[in-house]
């Protein structure tokens, strides 16, 4: 049991949190009063600056055409799909530049410059090859989380303890072993960490896809909407866009907690 | 004084070894011309000063190097050795039993019987009650002991030991080379010991080699022989201890 002055202490300290978590609503509810007060009052432009009902109303419309639920439900799918097959890729790619030293030798400098490189610019290059569709997305998206992948993932892996390395040689471990018992199992929380980087990695290069392609998803909302000059819509994407960005950062959190946690 | 006959007893033979290390700031002549014998069974302490080349030797006789010269011959039969590093090398992810069971998976060895005899020699050592605990859950002292039935799994001819009780502080240092030293001599284990510390060197080993300055060759040998000789902390007492340590600490002295 805890002596008195611990449990105080605890108190002391949750009352704090609470307190914190409060301050932040109550900020945030200030900020959306204020909003919606200078807008109704006309104090600012409601053409450009919207407002909180107008908002949501905007996001009732869009759900009541049933186009919400499409919308988001494809950026996520995108988001998704690049991020799962940038993981794997990624990974495998590592694999085999570990394997072969030359080749990473060789591969380094070009990957230093892919890195670099904002990858919006191949955006006309990648329609172009690939047409203005989903595909582009997901290569956009691509593009952006497997090379990060890449070059976390090997870094993880040259970190393995050398002598862990000598100690399955010593024992006549076998290339394919060494990576299996010692590499793999070392890196093990790198890679799970770089799944939360891959993750918001990849929802900005769907976003940058639809903004290019532009045919549905929340990138698309967002673009359609300043087309057509239409604020409400731009600022309903954007935070639309914010929930779904927290949402699915806090699940892969959640995802790096459970997987580290058996470790 | 350096035999290199072939003696009946030998179970490693070292035959004028050289090693030289290349890389682009240039080549490094870490052993020259080394030449030792080992006898079957004995406890072998190789001392000499930082950076002569203790370590390059072992990683050559466990092919972790190649060497640039030289013979390594096994008169008896080819020999399978065990290798037991510094510290921390238990794999964190794995369990003891697990970790005990490396060497064996890597060899495709784990038969029910090889299983049993780790498991027998984890009973005998007091780590019974730990077999499925991972290593950050013992002390120092425990997990060196893990690390020596890692390598006794195998069933190793000769032991490699390489600074081997360094990272451990010195009170639990002199219990746990006490407690390895015991262990070896009941297995009946060839062992070759690298080791800093001569007083370690002197209490534990049959024979201790002095090394020269890199490039390393043998510089001396010493026999220890004491009276009522027993365990390396008894064997402290004795008193020709201080005179092996003198002697050797006068050969190993540097002047820095
Ligand atoms: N991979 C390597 N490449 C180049 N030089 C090396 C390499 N490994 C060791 N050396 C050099 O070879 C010499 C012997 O190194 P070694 O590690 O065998 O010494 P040691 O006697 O074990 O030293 P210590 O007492 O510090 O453990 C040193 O001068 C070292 O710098
Ligand atoms: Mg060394």
Redesign the pocket.
Known sequence: MYSQEHKEFLKKRKKRKILITLTQLLILILLIIIWELLAKYEIINTFISSSPSKIINTIMDLYKTNNLFKHIWITIYETILSFGLGTILGIIIAVILWWNNFLYKVLDPYLTVINSLPKVALGPIIIIYFGANINSIIIMALLISVIITIITVYNGFTETDINKINLLKSFKATKWQILKMAILPSSYSTIISSLKINISMSLIGVIMGEFLVSKEGIGYLIMYGSQVFNLNLVISGIIILMIVSILMYKIVSYIEKILIKKD | MINTSKNSNDILVIKNLTKI?H?KEGE?L?IKDLNLNIKEGEFVAIV?P???????LLSILCNLEDKSAGNIIFPKKEVKLGYMLQEDTLFPWLNILDNCLLGLKVQKKVTKENKDNVLKLLNTYGLKDFIKKYPNNLSGGMRQRVALIRTLATNPDILLLD?AFSALDYQTRLAVSDDVWKIIKKEKKTTIMIT?DIAEAISMADRVIVLTN?PSKVKKIYNIEMTNSSSPINNRKCPEFSKYYDLIWKDIDIHV
């Open positions: 290390y890389n490094t870490a000499g930082s950076g002569c080349g203790k370590s390059t600074e800093h890199r």
